[in-house]
């Protein structure tokens, strides 16, 4: 995944980081709980993601308007940004490996990705994928 980014791969941000982006910019905002709870971390891990991210000016922690106890993330334009470029980085590099495989491979390849993708797609607490 690394080598289909150059963004990733210079080290600006890990690939847990991205996910996280990637994660919080489909959302209005997330808590800890919930960042935690996605990336199958701790919140004092899930915390140090964020940290970082938010001293590079991709995120930002708010409190909740009902709950001020509450912290919410939520992803700045210059994260929008770098999820956008990378996005389109990792878009460029599966076309170069695709333009590479046989007309067959790349059939079978998109097939699994597919699968795979569904899968993903399916809640952690869900056993029917």
Known sequence: ???LSAELSRGQVS???FFLLGHVSSCESLSMTEIAE?????TAAATGLVD?????GYVQRMHAESDRRKVLVRI???GEQL???IRQDIVAGLTKLTDYLEPEEGKMWLQIYTKI???CQVEPNNSNP
Do not use: C, I
């Open 83 to 85: 999820v956008d470029r």
């Open 1 to 3: 995944m690394l080598s």
């Open 76 to 78: 700045t334009p210059k």
């Open 117 to 119: 993708f569904d899968y």
């Open 52 to 56: 970082r991210l938010e001293n590079l």
């Open 38 to 42: 996605k990336m199958n971390h701790t």
């Open 15 to 17: 690939f847990p980081q």
